[in-house]
Each structure stands twice: as structure tokens, then as C-alpha cells.
């Protein structure tokens, strides 16, 4: 059975996914890659309530003409802006995480990634290796899926920085990635904030 059946993986899921690493990333000091991540940004689907807005009428008086924000959009809303909450707190802490990430592996991963003859699920395999090699030097005082999700997040900082133009490769990558092993965690990431 595909494991992004089983584990209830959906585009909902997946929107998610893209929020909080894009916004991981955005927070994130010192890094090489601004433009590439610009440009993701504008390929990235759509926050879910501005989905709709775009296609409203702007009045004269600078209104939009046909509807209110309903509940349903305005709990998207504030669902979006918890997720970027929680990828600025993510960035903090993944800018003190930084530097325990030894150079080699970055620069291996990089390697792999450039190799355009790679299927994703390869890359997912050598971003897991490399995640579960950094996990081996990494002080146990975090939750196991927090720290797996802070290091997958660094990782493809890391490789972004390294070479920038691998940046949608590790993208897609690392969200494929968390929504194979650590969808649940996140999920209840932003289910609590929004408690």
C-alpha cells in the first residue's frame, strides 16, 4: 500500500506542508537563495482564502464587491497565520540547529540532488540517510518527530544554500518527505496552536 494513501496524506495536508516550510525558510537567517524563494513563492498554490478574492470585482469605494469572508475562509485564514507563527518559532530554533549539521553531509546531499538521472522517492531515501546520520550526533533533549522535523527542515536549508537552484528539487523533496513520516506530528503541530 502507497504510504501517502495510508497515512491520510491530502492536498489540504500537503498545503500545509508547503505553509510551514516555505515560511521556515523565509525566516531563516542568513541564507543564499532569496531569489529562487521568491520565485517558489509565486508557484506555490494559493493561500485557501485568497483563493476566491481573486476573482471579486474591486469597488470604487476599494471594497470587494462580492462577499464577506465566511467562517470556513476565515478559519483558513487564521490556520495560515498559525502556521507561519510556528515556522518563525521552527526558524529560530533551526538557526541554533544550523551549525550541527556537518558541511560533508550537506555537500553529499547536494550531490545526490543534482543528479537529475534521481526518481524522488531517491531523494527521499538520501534526505532520510542523511537525516538519520545527523540524528546520530544530535543531543537527545527534543521530542524524536520535532527534532526529525527541525533537522529535515535545516537539511533543506542547508542544500538550498549550498546550490541554490536545487531549491524547488529539496522543496518538494523535504515536503514529501514530512508528509510520508510526520504528517501526524504535524497536524497536531497546528490542531494545539489552534486550541
Known amino acids: 500500500m502507497d504510504s501517502q494513501v495510508s497515512n491520510g496524506s491530502s ?6 506542508t508547503n505553509l510551514l516550510l516555505f515560511g521556515f ?18 508557484e506555490l498554490p494559493a493561500p485557501a482564502y485568497l483563493e476566491e478574492d481573486h476573482d471579486d470585482e474591486l469597488q470604487t469605494d476599494g ?42 553531509l550537506v555537500n553529499n546531499l547536494a550531490i545526490q540532488f543534482m543528479n537529475v538521472n534521481l526518481s524522488e522517492e531517491d531523494r527521499r531515501k538520501h534526505l532520510a540517510a542523511t537525516l538519520e546520520q545527523v540524528l546520530q550526533t544530535y543531543p537527545k533533549d527534543m521530542e524524536k518527530e520535532k527534532t526529525m522535523l527541525m533537522l529535515a527542515m535545516v537539511l533543506a536549508k ?12 529539496v522543496f518538494r523533496t523535504t515536503v514529501n518527505f514530512i508528509n510520508q513520516n510526520l504528517l501526524t506530528y504535524v497536524r497536531n503541530l497546528v490542531r494545539n496552536e489552534m486550541d
Not at 11 to 16: A, V
Not at 25 to 42: A, D, K, M, P, T
Open 158 to 169: 542547508k542544500v538550498a544554500d549550498h546550490t541554490p537552484s536545487l531549491l524547488r528539487d
Open 11 to 16: 492536498l489540504h495536508d500537503e498545503r500545509i
Open 25 to 42: 525558510l523565509q525566516n531563516c537567517s542568513n541564507y543564499n537563495f532569496h531569489r529562487e524563494l521568491e520565485v517558489l513563492g509565486r
Open 63 to 104: 471594497n470587494r464587491s462580492s462577499h464577506f469572508l465566511d467562517s470556513e475562509e476565515t478559519d483558513s485564514e487564521s490556520q495560515e497565520e498559525i502556521i507561519q507563527d510556528i515556522a518563525r518559532q521552527l526558524a529560530q530554533i533551526g538557526d541554533r540547529m544550523d551549525h550541527s549539521i556537518h558541511p560533508r
